[in-house]
């Protein structure tokens, strides 16, 4: 199974709502991440986990918040959001961010905040 | 921290070859990676250059010369469905841990 999932694939919010993005993946994988994509542009780094602790967190506003359950699940918590948060939303894993292996993506979450 | 050039789009006609670039400049390096992103889907890996050389897999290859921070990935054979976006990542210290940072992106636009 070489497979990242990502729940819901299309989201559209208020910018007074609550939710979450859920990333789910069972390689084994002791690293994973978020990124944030906008149109024609190439992802951003949002968090990076590493056996399970946040181990990078690129200056992202504090209304998203990531939780790492364990070491399959990775969540984003969304609140109070803004129109320009708007975008694809991906979660990614690796077997170990210190080391040369490449990354497995989810299909991403299409966000919309109205 | 690192600094990635790419041209933004280029175009090729079916069964053709095409060479899209990558220049890097980073404090740090510790491999460089391609993935073709289609349009409103996730990236997907092709390739993994840390050494010097010719990486070939297929109908697609990548090359890295660190001393001169430049790598290309050569596409051979083109078909329509190799009309995507192609990302460059370089892999540069961060926080202790060494994460890809993604270039821009080359649109490649295959043409019949």
């Known amino acids: 199974d070489t497979e990242v999932t990502q729940t819901p694939k299309h989201l559209v919010m208020g910018m007074t709502n609550k939710k979450s993005l859920k990333c789910e993946q069972h390689?084994?994988?002791?690293?994973m991440y978020w990124y944030k994509q906008k149109a024609k542009k190439p992802p951003e780094l949002m968090f990076v986990?590493?056996?399970?602790?946040?181990?990078i967190n690129e200056s992202v506003p504090s209304r998203f918040s990531p939780e790492c359950p364990n070491s399959s699940l990775l969540n984003l918590h969304l609140h109070a959001l803004q129109p320009e948060d708007s975008a694809l939303y991906l979660c990614?894993?690796?077997?170990?961010?210190?080391?040369?292996?490449?990354?497995?993506f989810g299909p991403g979450t299409r966000l919309t905040v109205t | 921290g690192q600094n990635i050039d790419q041209p933004t789009e280029m175009t090729a006609t079916e069964g053709a070859i095409v060479q899209i670039n990558c220049t890097y400049q980073?404090?740090?390096?510790?491999?460089l990676f391609w993935y073709q992103q289609h349009a409103g889907e996730a990236p997907t890996f092709l390739s993994y250059?840390?050494?010097?050389g010719l990486e070939e897999k297929g109908r697609f290859s990548s090359f890295l010369s660190r001393s001169k921070g430049y790598s290309y990935l050569l596409l051979k054979e083109l078909q329509m469905k190799d009309s995507a976006s192609y990302l460059c990542a370089v892999r540069g210290p961060s926080g202790g841990s060494y994460i890809p940072t993604f270039g821009r992106g080359t649109s490649l636009i295959v043409h019949p």
């Open positions: 986990y590493s056996y399970e602790k946040l181990s």
């Open positions: 250059n840390v050494l010097d």
């Open positions: 990614a894993s690796s077997q170990d961010p210190g080391t040369g292996h490449e990354q497995y």
């Open positions: 390689m084994g994988h002791r690293a």
């Open positions: 980073t404090s740090g390096f510790n491999g």
